[in-house]
């Protein structure tokens, strides 16, 4: 009898771990999307300037316009989801990005582009941050590892693929496809929302203006100042004086998260340990990867001289070792446990870097490819133990606010990797004498040793992790 009466109990379980799946992938699917967009249109920019009758390096402030939109609206997203419901938000976040994505394609100038751009950023701002809460909110424990293992692929392959599907999408289509390929998908992607989301109960919680103004022009200037600083073309005084505006905002807008009744986030997270390891120790690994997609191909053709094409499919391996490594994360958390794996993993990571900065333009292609085949493993590996770890602890009070905190987090990691890379670069340059934008083979190679060192302080934070940290999460342990 017994045995009859699990049976519609393990059907249940099945039908909602399915869904559960459903949601993870849609959810990943959405950030893909939204990752792409950030990094396709840079080797396409050449092509859209010609039709937008601009100079090439103009149309950065519609790749600027995109990121800055994105990280000011995300601290809203999970209040938004709260007081209007999730498939609400997201269904409309997907429609807006969508939508933007067509008027992209049907503009005719810089600033008409640069507007559509922005509004991209609103969407993308709502979409993958809400998307992310739902799957946190709607996964037991147990299986959060596998979930996060999903959501962490888009970060990684967006970057790398990115650039070279622009370009092939621009030589032999037109830079039109790059936005209008994201119509059949917004379509798809709203329709499974509709299917796959519900929504919970409306919270009537008051808006933090104050919060919000605060944290907007914070996070705004403090990326547009990133932006500035990666450039020669911007004074340096003007671009410091963004970045610490920025800086000195965000100070302000964590003094009045703390002390208002409303927050539009609350930091508590920030006091679980393991949640701050991956905000802190987890930032600068995000940040030190990042370097990789902007330095590599420089070095590829400016210090050894390849051609773009050679330099973008050398790239195609770091995306084959994300790839490659992803049926065996879980297995390998669950295994070793998430200290070891931080540890053990983030100092292979480091010495990555290492043994990239010792290639020459005479390195058999084939060791190339292999160096950058398990330095993709080992990124991925890195990228999924973090992000699985943050929230292992975090209590569901506060996942939230965790996710919102997440969110911004990653996004400014991404545009701090890009600062950080032309720096090191800049930094090499200056301790070898070399006249600024003629960078040597050498001067690379000096800068992915700076860039190993990033790595491998951003080892220590797990090493002060305790052996059963995140235990919740790791069946069997």
Same mark, same amino acid.
């Given at each position: 009898?017994?045995?009859?009466?699990?049976?519609?109990?393990?059907?249940s379980?099945?039908?909602?771990?399915?869904?559960?799946?459903?949601?993870?992938l849609?959810?990943?699917?959405?950030?893909?999307?939204?990752?792409?967009?950030?990094?396709?249109?840079a080797?396409?920019l050449?092509?859209?300037?010609?039709?937008?009758?601009?100079?090439?390096?103009?149309?950065?402030? !519609?790749?600027?316009?995109?990121?800055?939109?994105?990280?000011?609206?995300?601290?809203?997203?999970?209040?938004?989801?709260?007081?209007?419901?999730?498939?609400?938000?997201?269904?409309?976040?997907?429609?807006?990005?969508?939508?933007?994505?067509?008027?992209?394609?049907? %503009?005719?100038?810089?600033?008409?582009?640069t507007?559509?751009?922005?509004?991209?950023?609103?969407?993308?701002?709502?979409?993958?941050?809400?998307?992310?809460?739902?799957?946190?909110?709607?996964?037991p424990?147990?299986?959060?590892?596998?979930?996060?293992?999903?959501?962490?692929?888009?970060?990684?392959?967006?970057p790398?693929?990115?650039?070279?599907?622009?370009?092939?999408i621009?030589?032999?289509? %037109?830079?039109?496809?790059?936005?209008?390929?994201?119509?059949p998908?917004?379509?798809?992607?709203?329709?499974?929302?509709?299917?796959l989301?519900?929504?919970?109960?409306?919270?009537?919680?008051?808006?933090?203006?104050?919060?919000?103004?605060?944290?907007a022009?914070?996070?705004?200037?403090?990326?547009?100042?990133?932006e500035?600083?990666?450039?020669?073309?911007?004074?340096h005084?003007?671009?410091?004086?963004?970045?610490?505006?920025?800086?000195?905002?965000?100070?302000?807008?964590?003094?009045?998260?703390?002390?208002?009744?409303?927050?539009?986030?609350?930091?508590?997270?920030?006091?679980?340990?393991?949640?701050?390891?991956?905000?802190?120790?987890?930032?600068?690994?995000?940040?030190?990867?990042?370097?990789?997609?902007?330095?590599?191909?420089?070095?590829?053709?400016?210090g050894? !001289?390849?051609?773009?094409?050679?330099?973008?499919?050398?790239?195609?391996?770091?995306?084959?070792?994300?790839?490659?490594?992803?049926?065996g994360?879980t297995?390998?958390?669950?295994?070793?446990?998430?200290?070891?794996?931080?540890?053990?993993?983030?100092l292979?990571?480091?010495?990555?870097?290492v043994?990239?900065?010792q290639?020459?333009?005479?390195?058999?292609?084939?060791?190339?490819?292999?160096?950058?085949?398990?330095?993709?493993?080992?990124?991925?590996?890195?990228?999924?133990?973090?992000?699985?770890?943050?929230?292992?602890?975090?209590?569901?009070?506060?996942?939230?606010?965790?996710?919102?905190?997440?969110?911004?987090?990653?996004?400014?990691?991404?545009?701090?990797?890009?600062?950080?890379?032309a720096?090191?670069?800049?930094?090499?340059?200056?301790?070898?004498?070399?006249?600024?934008?003629?960078?040597?083979?050498?001067?690379?190679?000096?800068a992915?040793?700076?860039?190993?060192?990033?790595?491998?302080?951003?080892?220590?934070?797990?090493?002060?992790?305790?052996?059963?940290?995140?235990?919740?999460v790791?069946?069997?342990?």
């Amino acid at each position: 009898m017994s045995s009859m009466d699990d049976t519609p109990r393990r059907g249940s379980n099945d039908r909602q771990n399915e869904q559960r799946m459903a949601i993870a992938l849609l959810v990943a699917g959405v950030f893909f999307m939204e990752n792409l967009d950030a990094t396709v249109i840079a080797t396409s920019l050449p092509a859209m300037a010609r039709d937008f009758g601009t100079a090439p390096a103009y149309l950065s402030v !519609g790749v600027s316009a995109y990121l800055v939109a994105l990280t000011v609206f995300i601290p809203i997203s999970g209040w938004a989801a709260d007081r209007f419901g999730a498939r609400r938000i997201f269904g409309a976040a997907i429609v807006v990005f969508t939508l933007a994505s067509l008027l992209c394609a049907a %503009s005719q100038g810089l600033w008409s582009f640069t507007a559509a751009r922005a509004l991209q950023g609103l969407g993308g701002s709502m979409m993958v941050p809400v998307g992310r809460l739902v799957v946190m909110r709607e996964t037991p424990k147990e299986e959060l590892v596998r979930a996060i293992a999903i959501l962490t692929w888009p970060a990684l392959v967006a970057p790398i693929l990115g650039p070279p599907v622009g370009g092939w999408i621009s030589t032999h289509w %037109s830079w039109h496809w790059i936005f209008l390929l994201n119509l059949p998908l917004g379509v798809a992607a709203f329709v499974a929302a509709l299917a796959l989301i519900r929504n919970g109960p409306p919270q009537r919680q008051q808006f933090d203006l104050a919060g919000f103004a605060l944290s907007a022009l914070g996070f705004g200037l403090f990326m547009a100042g990133i932006e500035a600083v990666s450039r020669a073309d911007v004074p340096h005084a003007l671009s410091l004086g963004v970045l610490g505006a920025g800086i000195a905002l965000l100070l302000l807008t964590v003094r009045h998260l703390r002390r208002a009744t409303h927050p539009l986030f609350g930091l508590g997270p920030l006091a679980v340990r393991t949640f701050r390891t991956t905000a802190v120790g987890g930032s600068l690994f995000r940040i030190a990867i990042s370097t990789a997609p902007f330095l590599l191909p420089l070095m590829f053709q400016i210090g050894f !001289g390849y051609s773009a094409v050679q330099a973008g499919t050398l790239l195609l391996w770091l995306f084959a070792g994300n790839l490659a490594i992803k049926p065996g994360t879980t297995w390998i958390m669950h295994r070793f446990g998430f200290r070891n794996v931080l540890v053990g993993n983030g100092l292979l990571v480091a010495a990555g870097f290492v043994a990239v900065a010792q290639l020459a333009a005479s390195t058999p292609h084939w060791l190339v490819c292999a160096l950058l085949f398990v330095t993709g493993m080992t990124r991925s590996m890195q990228f999924t133990a973090l992000n699985t770890i943050g929230f292992a602890d975090v209590p569901p009070s506060q996942v939230r606010d965790a996710n919102t905190l997440f969110s911004v987090l990653q996004q400014m990691n991404g545009g701090l990797g890009i600062a950080i890379g032309a720096l090191a670069l800049s930094v090499a340059e200056r301790m070898r004498g070399t006249a600024a934008g003629l960078a040597s083979a050498a001067d690379f190679r000096l800068a992915f040793w700076l860039i190993a060192g990033l790595a491998l302080l951003a080892v220590v934070d797990s090493v002060l992790l305790p052996a059963d940290a995140g235990h919740r999460v790791l069946v069997g342990r």
